[in-house]
């Protein structure tokens, strides 16, 4: 009976085997026919559209005035806005993985607020707040400053939005590293900002560079608070998800998935960067 047993042993263990390479295999096709109906016809039916009436069409389509328009002010937003969330970052990152103190828990609930209110509605507090009818609306007019249907506006609501990015992505990055380094050159007689400069940011660049990534990305492709305080001004206010957005209700596909086009290869270079930086960051943890 033991003989027979062990004689039936490997057959089993041969069928499952048998059996966990058919269901990887079904597994993994499964997987790459969702990534290829989802994710890469999309993004080669863009670049077809883009292109199917032809290169001159394509680049009258993203150097014409407004298209023009809608690039500055978008770049122009993403200047402003990465820069001080990434100091922003820095900053909150420092303080909750390094300091205990009170009201921390309640800190990180509040950098997590974007990801739980919705975009549109985003944009409906900033109108509240600098709005004509707003809470801060007399005083704006008052000394002549326009927030809302201005590039201001859209500055303050992709803050918003970008907000937790690069804080997100140093808390943890930070939380994993500990702090024997740092507590290493305290005691070596190193000050605050010299352990700063010289361990930890050196520690966590690869970790920063990723945050300022995913937020360089979602700045220049927010489309809902943007859309809310813009007002659409052609030329003026329209961000280029905007403006595609405007092409697009004018029946103008082609311009439409040209302008569309750089936003798609922002997509496809945020990915390739981000994969670069993984690798680096993985070999350097190593």
């Known amino acids: ?14 069928l499952a085997v048998g059996g966990s390479r058919v269901v990887r295999g079904l597994l993994i096709a499964l997987a790459l026919g969702f990534v290829a109906l989802l994710l890469v016809a999309p993004l080669i039916a863009v670049f077809v559209e883009a292109f199917r009436k032809g ?12 298209a023009l328009a809608a690039i500055r002010l ?3 937003t993403a200047a402003i806005a990465v820069p001080l969330n990434t100091l922003f970052g820095l900053a909150a990152a420092w303080s909750i993985t390094r300091f205990d103190f009170r009201g921390k828990s309640v800190l990180v609930t509040l950098i997590d607020l974007p990801f739980a209110v919705s975009p549109v509605i985003s944009g409906l ?7 004509a009818r707003g809470f801060l609306g ?15 506006g859209i500055i303050l609501a992709t803050l918003f939005i970008t907000f937790p990015f690069v804080a997100r992505e140093l808390i943890a990055f930070m939380e994993t590293q500990g702090r024997e380094q740092e507590e290493a050159a305290v005691v070596l ?7 700063f400069f010289r361990v930890t940011l050196p520690n966590i660049k ?13 700045a220049m492709g927010e489309f809902g608070a943007v859309s809310v305080v813009s007002g659409h001004v052609r030329g003026e206010t329209n961000t280029v998800p905007l403006h595609v957005e405007v092409l697009y209700n004018e029946y103008q596909l082609s311009s439409a998935f040209a302008v569309a086009s750089l936003l798609t290869l922002l997509a496809l270079v945020t990915l390739v960067v981000r994969h670069f930086v993984e690798r680096r960051s993985k070999g350097e943890l190593r």
């Open 1 to 14: 009976m033991s003989a027979a047993v062990i004689e039936l042993y490997p057959r089993r263990r041969s």
């Open 55 to 66: 290169w001159e069409v394509y680049a009258a389509s993203i150097t014409e005035p407004d």
């Open 74 to 76: 978008t770049l122009l």
């Open 125 to 131: 507090l900033f109108i509240q707040l600098f709005g």
């Open 138 to 152: 007399d005083w704006l007019r008052d000394h002549g400053l326009r927030v809302i249907f201005a590039p201001p």
């Open 189 to 195: 007689g190193a000050n605050g900002w010299q352990t």
């Open 206 to 218: 690869w970790g920063l560079l990723y945050g300022v990534i995913l937020c360089n990305s979602r």
